[in-house]
């Protein structure tokens, strides 16, 4: 870059040179995050366990979650917006949830009794004190209980060496399935109390008579550069609409 000036023209020495020309480079890199999460576990109605891959990519305030596997879904979350958008990305067809409309769906009177039903929901966090290290994080061991329309017990082992919150995102899944019902901040400040990023999640619940046991454990944590663009629906994608207080479909992003 040469500046210029009314007297003389002057010289900026070659590594000064050299790093200015690259600024605009080093602004963009490493601007995201890339994500990478095993899940194993068993459905209700499979024949054995199972296990998938999760590719979550977080940039320029938004989440994008590509699920694999047979269903090859993936969801987009802008937490700017309030608008999530889950893309069928084999049917090439996709829908958005507006987390606004949700809340107001559900405080219709005839949602009164499901309100009812999630809002008794109780959740509970103990920290353990136990420790160990998962992969490439020393990890810290947190139980949590979750009561009501169903029982979930959760083993949550959480590392404070990641530094990246994504409570905006989980906060805006829980929003989408349930609106904004009474209790839903005590729950989610007694959720609060994990401190740091959820490394390996161990679920336990009880279905149709069956005990379901799922784990999600994160594998890969590293920064990025990540297009704006790849947060976007692709233009030959169809657009579907659903009704309002449909639940969205299963995701795995890291949450607790």
């Known amino acids: 870059m040469t500046m210029i000036h009314t007297a003389r023209r002057t010289r900026l020495p070659a590594g000064l040179l050299?790093?200015?020309?690259?600024?605009?480079?080093?602004?963009?890199?490493?601007?995201?995050?890339?994500?990478?999460?095993?899940?194993?576990g068993s459905a209700v109605m499979s024949e054995g366990p199972q296990e998938s891959l999760t590719k979550t990519y977080i940039a320029a305030g938004k989440m994008k979650v590509v699920n694999s596997g047979e269903s090859a879904d993936s969801m987009i979350l802008d937490p700017e917006s309030g608008v999530i958008t889950f893309l069928n990305d084999g049917l090439q067809q996709y829908f958005?949830?507006?987390?606004?409309?949700?809340?107001?769906?559900?405080?219709d009177p005839s949602m009164a009794q499901m309100r009812a039903m999630i809002s008794e929901t109780k959740v509970s966090v103990e920290d353990t004190g136990e420790s160990r290290r998962i992969g490439d994080w020393e990890c810290r061991k947190y139980v949590v209980t979750k009561q009501g329309m169903m029982q979930v017990e959760q083993e949550v082992w959480a590392t404070e060496e990641i530094d990246l919150d994504v409570r905006?995102?989980?906060?805006?899944?829980?929003?989408?399935?349930?609106?904004?019902?009474?209790?839903?901040?005590?729950?989610?400040?007694?959720?609060?109390?994990?401190?740091?990023?959820p490394i390996?999640?161990?679920?336990?619940?009880?279905?149709?008579?069956?005990e379901v046991r799922t784990e999600t454990e994160v594998t890969a944590v590293r920064q990025e550069t990540?297009?704006?663009?790849?947060?976007?629906?692709?233009?030959?994608?169809?657009?579907?609409?659903?009704?309002?207080?449909?639940?969205?479909p299963a995701g795995h992003p890291p949450a607790h």
Do not use: C, H, W
């Open 18 to 40: 050299l790093a200015t020309l690259l600024l605009p480079l080093l602004a963009i890199a490493g601007d995201g995050y890339y994500i990478e999460t095993v899940n194993r």
């Open 96 to 107: 958005t949830i507006n987390v606004d409309d949700v809340a107001k769906a559900m405080a």
């Open 168 to 197: 905006p995102y989980t906060r805006m899944m829980r929003m989408a399935g349930a609106g904004d019902i009474p209790g839903g901040a005590e729950q989610m400040a007694e959720l609060d109390k994990i401190k740091g990023f």
């Open 200 to 210: 390996l999640t161990v679920s336990t619940m009880n279905m149709m008579g069956t």
């Open 226 to 248: 990540i297009a704006t663009d790849f947060f976007t629906v692709p233009d030959d994608y169809q657009l579907k609409e659903i009704g309002m207080g449909m639940a969205p």
